[in-house]
């Protein structure tokens, strides 16, 4: 305020919302002779990630915000194991493309081989391979529509070409 417009330098703009959690990208532009554009794109939490006994939002673009339950109410899914936050996204995207029903999702685990397990809010829980994960997805969304599998607890489709249920 009250400062000539081609004295201010973009960093002067960005620097203090950097600080800021859940921002993916701030644009910062000049509109001459008196106007300053900014534009925030936020990033938006999707799970609860726990990492070292510590609690993290883990956001849409894989970034790390310390937990803090006043931020956002917790019905998010928790994300457990080592390394999960690297992959997780990408997990998460392709249930996302498939269709699955990510609300009914209460816990994603992680295995350092490369796969993931889920429990849903039900209890049940579907083992997803490291391979061809696309395909066991769209399985596992007509498996959970069948009404011969909700007697099921664990849906295992790790062995490419068989589904073994327990």
Same mark, same amino acid.
């Given at each position: 305020?009250? &400062?000539?417009?081609?004295?201010?330098?973009?960093?002067?703009?960005?620097?203090?919302?950097?600080? =800021?959690?859940? /921002?993916? !990208?701030?644009?910062?532009? &000049?509109?001459?002779?008196? *106007? =300053?554009?900014?534009?925030?794109? $936020? *990033?938006?939490?999707?799970?609860?990630?726990?990492? &070292?006994?510590?609690?993290?939002? /883990? @956001?849409?673009?894989?970034? #790390?915000?310390?937990?803090?339950?006043?931020?956002?109410?917790? @019905?998010?899914?928790?994300?457990?194991? $080592?390394?999960? $936050?690297?992959?997780?996204?990408?997990?998460?995207?392709?249930? $996302? @493309?498939?269709?699955?029903?990510?609300?009914?999702?209460?816990?994603?685990?992680?295995?350092?081989?490369?796969?993931?397990?889920?429990?849903? #809010?039900?209890?049940?829980?579907?083992?997803?391979?490291?391979?061809?994960?696309? @395909?066991?997805?769209?399985?596992?969304?007509?498996?959970?529509?069948?009404?011969?599998? &909700?007697?099921?607890?664990? =849906?295992?489709?790790?062995?490419?070409? !068989?589904? =073994?249920?327990?």
């Amino acid at each position: 305020y009250k &400062k000539n417009i081609l004295f201010i330098k973009r960093n002067d703009v960005e620097k203090p919302l950097k600080s =800021i959690d859940f /921002l993916d !990208k701030i644009e910062v532009k &000049k509109k001459y002779p008196n *106007t =300053i554009i900014i534009k925030v794109y $936020e *990033t938006k939490p999707v799970a609860i990630l726990f990492k &070292k006994n510590k609690k993290y939002f /883990l @956001d849409n673009s894989s970034n #790390l915000i310390p937990f803090n339950k006043n931020m956002f109410p917790d @019905d998010f899914p928790n994300v457990f194991g $080592e390394g999960a $936050e690297q992959s997780f996204i990408s997990f998460f995207n392709l249930l $996302e @493309d498939n269709n699955f029903p990510k609300k009914k999702v209460k816990n994603f685990y992680y295995f350092q081989i490369g796969r993931w397990d889920l429990q849903l #809010l039900n209890n049940k829980i579907i083992k997803f391979p490291e391979n061809n994960i696309d @395909d066991a997805i769209q399985k596992s969304i007509k498996l959970l529509e069948r009404e011969d599998f &909700k007697n099921y607890n664990i =849906i295992d489709l790790r062995v490419d070409g !068989k589904i =073994i249920v327990e």
